[in-house]
């Protein structure tokens, strides 16, 4: 079972940045890859961005430009860099790894 903590949520007005991080504390095996995924309120679970074991990135449509996923394997941590936010970017925001999710963190973005 792997625990992941994600942090860096939070409210910012329209064009502003957070910086979400995603910690798994003890768990330094790098067979899986990570993902971010976001649930808006009474909407359906959405994926948001991946980082696959390799270090290779993919973004949907709505996030590519504005939104940058990295990771630090000595960390154990994964990274989401959200630039010029819009408020339909707001959501519940997940990690997910080796079949395991995080709690989340909020993140609201007003105009």
């Known amino acids: 079972q792997v625990q992941l903590v994600e942090s860096g949520g939070g409210s910012v007005q329209a064009g502003g940045s957070l910086r979400l991080s995603c910690t798994a504390p003890?768990?330094?095996?790098?067979?899986?890859?990570m993902a971010w995924y976001r649930q808006a309120a009474g909407k359906q679970r959405e994926w948001v961005s991946s980082?696959?074991?390799?270090?290779?990135?993919t973004y949907t449509d709505s996030v590519k430009g504005r939104f940058t996923i990295s990771k630090d394997k000595a960390k154990d941590t994964v990274y989401l860099q959200m630039n010029n936010l819009k408020p339909e970017d707001t959501a519940m925001y997940s990690c997910?790894?080796?079949?395991?999710w995080g709690r989340g963190t909020q993140v609201t973005v007003s105009s």
């Open positions: 980082i696959s074991t390799y270090g290779s990135t």
């Open positions: 003890g768990f330094t095996s790098d067979k899986c890859g």
């Open positions: 997910y790894t080796c079949r395991s």
